[in-house]
C-alpha cells in the first residue's frame, strides 16, 4: 500500500504515500534559497518520496526563527526558488512549501521583542527567548496577507503547493492555545475565536492561488501542556478545515515549552506512531486526507499505519537525513530500518541542558553534509557538532534548533 499512488481532492497525485515531513534546514543564504537547498531537495526527489515538505520558510522578518531560515516577503528571490522548486519536483515529486511566522519563538540573536497573540513569556527561555510585545489587531490582518503573499510566490516559482504551519508552538499554534492567546477580541477567548487566525489565513490563500495548488495544514494534536490546546479541540478544528475543503491535514504535536516531538518515551519510541491513536478521532470527523508525523521508522509500521485506514500518507522526517533514497529502498526491499539513537555527549549535565536542541543541530549538520553532495555522516560526533554551534553561534545556538 505504501507504493500505491494517492490523489488529493484537487486532482494532484503523490506517486505514493511517503510524505517527506518538514525539519529545519538552516541553510538559507542572506534570507533566501541556497545553492545547498537546491541539492539537498533534489537528492531527496531522486530518492523516491512522493511529497516533499520544505522545512519552515519564514512569511515575514518579525517572523524568523533562527539567523539561517528562509524568508520570503516578496518576489526578489524569484529565480532561486524557481531552481528550488525544480530541483524538488524532478522525478514525479511533489514539493510543498512550508510557510510560517514563528511568533515569540524567535530569539534574542534574531529579534530582540518578539512578537505574539498576548504578551506572555515563555517558560524557561530567559536569556534566550525575550517577553513577547502583543500584535495589534491591524498587525495580525497585515500578518495573514504576509502569509498569502508567500504562498503565491511560492505558486509562481512553481512548488506544488503550500503548508500553513499552525503547530509546534509557533504563531499560529499560539493563537490556538488558551494559555499563550489571552486576549479579549474577535482573535481570542472562545475556540471560533483563537482558530479565526488559522481560518481566515487559509481562506485568504485559497482565494489568492490556483485551484491545482495545494493548500495543507500541520497541527497539533495537543500542545501537552497545562492550559493549553487540547486533543479535544484539535478535533474541532480538524472538522472546521474539513468542512472548508483544505487539501490535507498532517498531524504532529508539541511546542518549545513541552517539545513532544523531540522528547518522546523510549517505549513511544519503540511503538513507532507517536499519534496514531489521535488519527483515529480525526477519521471520524473528516475524510480530509490525513498525515501522522512522528515516530514511524520501519516499513512495517509505514503499512500497518496505512492499512488500519486511519490516515492516507505516512510522515516521515528524520530518516530522510540520513537515508536520503529511503524510499527507493523500500520499494527495491534493501531498506534497513534506520536506528536514530539519541544524539548524546554522555554528560548528563550537558545532554539535560542541549540534549534536544544538540538533537536538532546534529539532523541539520546532516542535511547540510547532502546539501554539499556529500554522503550523510551517522558516526558524526555529538561532541563536534555542540562545539561547532557554539563557535558560531554562542549559547543561543542551542535554543535556536526546531523540529
Do not use: C
Request: overall charge neutral; aromatic content about 8%.
Amino acid at each position: 500500500m505504501l507504493f500505491t499512488p494517492f490523489t488529493f481532492p484537487n486532482g494532484k497525485t503523490a506517486k505514493n504515500r511517503i510524505f517527506k515531513s518538514a525539519m529545519e534546514e538552516q541553510l538559507a543564504q542572506n534570507d533566501q534559497p541556497s545553492e545547498k537547498l537546491v541539492r539537498l531537495y533534489g537528492t531527496w526527489a531522486q530518492g523516491g518520496a512522493g511529497v516533499l515538505v520544505t522545512g519552515n520558510v519564514m512569511v515575514a522578518e518579525s517572523g524568523k526563527g533562527s539567523i539561517n531560515d528562509v524568508m520570503i516577503s516578496d518576489d526578489r528571490g524569484l529565480e532561486m526558488l524557481k531552481k528550488w522548486a525544480k530541483a524538488g519536483t524532478q522525478n514525479d515529486t511533489l514539493l510543498i512549501m512550508q510557510i510560517n511566522h514563528a511568533g515569540k519563538q524567535s530569539p534574542a540573536v534574531v529579534n530582540k521583542t518578539p512578537l505574539a497573540p498576548s504578551a506572555v513569556p515563555l517558560v524557561g527561555m530567559d536569556g534566550f527567548i525575550n517577553p513577547p510585545r502583543e500584535l495589534t489587531a491591524d498587525e495580525i490582518n497585515g500578518l495573514i496577507q504576509q502569509f498569502v503573499q508567500t504562498a503565491k510566490i511560492a505558486e509562481q516559482a512553481g512548488f506544488s503547493g503550500v503548508q500553513i504551519h499552525a503547530a509546534h508552538g509557533y504563531l499560529i499554534s499560539q493563537f490556538l492555545s488558551p494559555h499563550h492567546n489571552r486576549r479579549q477580541d474577535q482573535w481570542g477567548g472562545s475556540l471560533e475565536n483563537r482558530m479565526r487566525f488559522l481560518l481566515e489565513t487559509y481562506t485568504a490563500i485559497r482565494a489568492a492561488v490556483g485551484k491545482d495548488f495545494l493548500v495543507g495544514v500541520k497541527l497539533n494534536s495537543a500542545d501537552f501542556q497545562k492550559g493549553g490546546f487540547d486533543e479535544s479541540e484539535s478535533v474541532q478544528v480538524v472538522q472546521k478545515l474539513s468542512e472548508m475543503g483544505i487539501d490535507f491535514i498532517e498531524v504532529s504535536g508539541g511546542n518549545y515549552e513541552s517539545p513532544q516531538m523531540l522528547a518522546a518515551k523510549d517505549s513511544t519510541r519503540k511503538r513507532e506512531a507517536f499519534f496514531i491513536d489521535y488519527a483515529e478521532k480525526a477519521r471520524a470527523v473528516s475524510q480530509v486526507p490525513l498525515i501522522i508525523t512522528g515516530g514511524f521508522r520501519s516499513q512495517n509500521a509505514m503499512e500497518d499505519a496505512l492499512s488500519s485506514g486511519h490516515l492516507d500518507l505516512v510522515g516521515v522526517a528524520r530518516p530522510f537525513a540520513l537515508v536520503p533514497d529511503l524510499a527507493n529502498k523500500m520499494q527495491n526491499g534493501t531498506y534497513q530500518t534506520v536506528q536514530t539513537d539519541r544524539i548524546q555527549t554522555g554528560v548528563a549535565l550537558v545532554d539535560k541542558k542541549a540534549g534536544a536542541m544538540l538533537e536538532m543541530n546534529w539532523y541539520m549538520t546532516q542535511m547540510d553534509l547532502i546539501g554539499q553532495s556529500k554522503q550523510p555522516n551517522l558516526k558524526l560526533s555529538a561532541w563536534k557538532v555542540l562545539l561547532k554551534t557554539l563557535w558560531e553561534n554562542g549559547k543561543a545556538g542551542l535554543s535556536t534548533g526546531r523540529a
